[in-house]
């Protein structure tokens, strides 16, 4: 449920430029070592949704929004028993109720 609830591509639009792959030299001194990649997440601002529809939506747009709006005033819980543990977890247990 949680997934769902919080990626954009369940609402039924294609969703592009979400990540961007980093390359870091293991050694400046020594580039024959090679380099260390990682994925990053980038800023929302910077996603690329499609125009229309690519596929029929699990979840509203509307409802989409509203769990997202929710995230901004969820603070994120440690491990505190059956509590969420972070903030994309508090919420769905709110939107869901």
Known sequence: MRA???NPRYTGYEIWNKQ????RLL????????????MTHNPVE???RSN???HEAIISPNRFDTVQTS??????????????ENKADAR????IG
Request: proline share 7%.
């Open 20 to 23: 961007r792959k980093e390359e």
């Open 92 to 95: 769905v247990c709110r939107t």
């Open 52 to 54: 229309e529809p690519a």
């Open 27 to 38: 050694d400046v001194d020594d580039v024959t070592l090679g380099h260390r990649t990682s």
């Open 46 to 48: 910077e996603w690329i």
């Open 4 to 6: 769902i609830l919080i």
């Open 71 to 84: 995230a901004d005033s969820v603070p994120a819980t440690r491990d505190a028993g059956n509590e969420p």
